[in-house]
T-cell receptor, first 114, second 115 residues
Framework: GQQLNQSPQSMFIQEGEDVSMNCTSSSIFNTWLWYKQDPGEGPVLLIALYKAGELTSNGRLTAQFGITRKDSFLNISASIPSDVGIYFCAGRNAGGTSYGKLTFGQGTILTVHP | DSGVTQTPKHLITATGQRVTLRCSPRSGDLSVYWYQQSLDQGLQFLIQYYNGEERAKGNILERFSAQQFPDLHSELNLSSLELGDSALYFC??????????????FGPGTRLTVL
């Protein structure tokens, strides 16, 4: 089946540092989404990307939709303790019978030390 | 708060039993999705409904079924439960459920424990 490779698997950083994580796919996606999940909670949408090459910011978060449509990255600037959590990328296929189905990456566990 | 509600929050049951998980989508959303999250498999798409009709199927076991009712709420039925079915089950909703620009918002999940 489809694979989304998300890296790194985990990150341990100091408060104030910048963070970068990315996802690559074997297939083309027409949408890339980035979610954050706290333990025992549902994923919360951070950024949605709908066009190849699109660069979108949400506060300290910036994400880009790769021009090949097979990759995306998420940057977090000036990290703070509440950034702790698991970050997931998710992609949605371009048409066919996939409709709205999302394929998720394995997640990046972020730990921020004060 | 995403606007998607799920009940119950926690469910503990025994092997061989049947349970029903419920989801109410955000106001105005016509499409509902069910996902399973386990430690070894991550977040996996199970099934999608749009306006009462099944739209897409993922890795959903035959022991599992779902439906979406006229008021757009959805139920996921899990039967003949096995230990390996223990997981977090999430519902998500979106406006159109198409492959175009359409964002999915997730509920808080139901944690199922099968003993």
């Amino acid at each position: 089946g489809q694979q989304l490779n998300q890296s790194p698997q985990s990150m341990f950083i100091q408060e104030g540092e910048d963070v970068s994580m990315n996802c690559t796919s074997s297939s083309i996606f027409n949408t890339w989404l980035w979610y954050k999940q706290d333990p025992g909670e549902g994923p919360v949408l951070l950024i949605a990307l709908y066009k190849a090459g699109e660069l979108t910011s949400n506060g300290r978060l910036t994400a880009q939709f790769g021009i090949t449509r097979k990759d995306s990255f998420l940057n977090i600037s000036a990290s703070i303790p509440s950034d702790v959590g698991i970050y997931f990328c998710a992609g949605r296929n371009a048409g066919g019978t996939s409709y709205g189905k999302l394929t998720f990456g394995q997640g990046t566990i972020l730990t921020v030390h004060p | 708060d995403s606007g998607v509600t799920q009940t119950p929050k926690h469910l503990i049951t025994a092997t061989g039993q049947r349970v029903t998980l419920r989801c109410s989508p955000r106001s105005g959303d016509l499409s509902v999705y069910w996902y399973q999250q386990s430690l070894d498999q991550g977040l996996q798409f199970l099934i999608q409904y749009y306006n009462g009709e099944e739209r897409a199927k993922g890795n959903i076991l035959e022991r599992f079924s779902a439906q979406q009712f006229p008021d757009l709420h959805s139920e996921l039925n899990l039967s003949s439960l096995e230990l390996g079915d223990s997981a977090l089950y999430f519902c998500a909703s979106s406006v159109t459920g198409t492959s175009g620009p359409d964002t999915q918002y997730f509920g808080p999940g139901t944690r199922l424990t099968v003993l």
